[in-house]
């Protein structure tokens, strides 16, 4: 499958540059260093990387130019992995099929980590490497700080660990979902946006795609776990219905969520329709987030 070689490719591309992004701090203690390895390389498909590097590419960017603020994204994405996973918040045990951070390394050096690992991607964005333009870096910085913070990922992880103490709507589980997993995807196509001076209205039909996709990934997450096989998958699974979670799922049924997914799927299409045949690749990668059985 040609979008399965691409995604791999880029995916390969990401490990590489992380492996040297993350080598050479001798200052680091040895379980720091070691820890940051484990939670940043050798695992996960780099979908939101993946996403920034071929928004970037519908704007003639090469992958190599955009290379960086795909690495940066990632250092947040297995920060919140890290922390998501830490037993005060959703307290899970297994990871990619391995243990997860603070089972391996224990709790206060998983939270060093994951604290180390988001602050990197900031040194990371804000180095004339990522892109030689301060003010192409200036806006990057601030779009990741945006997506990452109290106004995205940790204001939707606020209101999905509240929602197991009171009951959200359908919509209220959208909007929850749509910060808390959505706010990475938008910036991911955002910032491919930002990278190749693309114009406003190019950048809003990135940004529908970007929520939409963020929406069916999220939704066809919950099925996994509702349907899915604990050891393909590598994390355990039936998680969000012990712990009375709220979503989607469990407000629509099996059959609702996957109605639901696929009206997602059809909305992330038509938002880059405009791109002709240069976004043929962003619309593989919806069915794939939507069918994916890992």
Request: charge should be negative; glycine fraction near 8%; charged fraction near 25%.
């Amino acid at each position: 499958m040609a979008f399965a070689r691409v995604l791999e490719r880029h995916a390969s591309a990401i490990e590489r540059r992380l492996e040297a992004l993350l080598a050479g701090n001798e200052d680091a203690p040895a379980a720091l260093d070691a820890a940051m390895r484990y939670a940043a390389l050798g695992g996960g498909k780099r979908i939101r990387p993946f996403l920034l590097i071929e928004s970037a590419w519908l704007f003639g960017v090469a992958e190599d130019r955009a290379l960086d603020a795909a690495c940066a994204l990632e250092c947040v994405h297995c920060y919140s992995l890290a922390h998501d996973d830490l037993p005060a918040m959703d307290d899970d045990d297994m990871r990619r099929g391995r243990p997860t951070l603070h089972i391996a390394f224990g709790e206060a050096t998983a939270i060093l980590a994951g604290d180390a690992l988001f602050t990197l991607a900031f040194e990371i964005l804000s180095s004339p490497t990522s892109h030689e333009d301060a003010d192409i870096r200036s806006e990057l910085v601030f779009n990741l700080a945006k997506a990452a913070g109290w106004r995205g990922m940790a204001l939707g992880q606020a209101i999905d660990l509240d929602a197991e103490r009171q009951d959200l709507n359908a919509d209220g589980v959208a909007g929850m979902q749509t910060l808390k997993t959505g706010a990475l995807f938008r910036f991911a196509c955002e910032a491919g946006a930002i990278l190749g001076r693309a114009s406003a209205s190019d950048r809003e039909k990135l940004r529908a795609y970007a929520t939409a996709l963020g929406q069916a990934f999220q939704l066809a997450d919950d099925l996994l776990d509702a349907q899915g096989d604990a050891k393909a998958i590598g994390k355990a699974v039936a998680k969000d219905e012990g712990r009375g979670k709220a979503t989607l799922v469990a407000l629509l049924g099996v059959e609702g969520a996957k109605k639901r997914l696929a009206a997602l799927v059809a909305e992330a299409e038509n938002a880059v329709a405009p791109f002709g045949s240069k976004a043929a690749t962003l619309i593989e990668a919806a069915h794939f987030i939507a069918e994916r059985r890992t």
